[in-house]
């Protein structure tokens, strides 16, 4: 399976930014998705999650109501999940990461990881 996030940029604090992520893999299966981010010199952190019917989201308290994850459901792209961020502040300056896995264990545990999409939010 692969990963391909984009979309990460510089943002003024208080504004937005959207994320893409697409995952290929084995025709026809479908993965909960999530991301995640690591500031520098800090651990990786969940930011998001979303199953694979769409019907079930999760998000880290710290950026929820801020950030909206969702993903396509048109068949041919079911696998391309979006994060949407809004009132950036500097300290969510980090690089994103995608990440998908056919568990549906929750927390769900990551199998495969994108190549992160650095966002950086000026002050």
């Known amino acids: 399976v692969q990963l391909q996030a984009c979309g990460g940029g510089l943002v003024q604090a208080g504004g937005f930014l959207g994320l893409s992520c697409a995952a290929s893999g084995r025709t026809g299966s479908m993965y909960n998705m999530g991301w995640f981010r690591q500031a520098p010199g800090k651990e990786r952190e969940f930011v998001a999650a979303?199953?694979?019917?769409?019907?079930?989201?999760?998000?880290?308290d710290s950026m929820k109501g801020r950030v909206t994850i969702s993903r396509d459901s048109a068949k041919n792209t079911k696998n391309m999940v979006y994060l949407q961020m809004n009132s950036l502040k500097p300290e969510d300056t980090a690089v994103y990461y995608c990440?998908?896995?056919?568990?549906?264990?929750?927390?769900?545990?990551?199998?495969?990881w994108g190549q992160g999409t650095l966002v950086t939010v000026s002050s």
């Open positions: 990440a998908a896995t056919e568990s549906d264990h929750v927390p769900y545990k990551y199998d495969y």
């Open positions: 979303i199953n694979r019917s769409g019907g079930s989201t999760y998000y880290t």
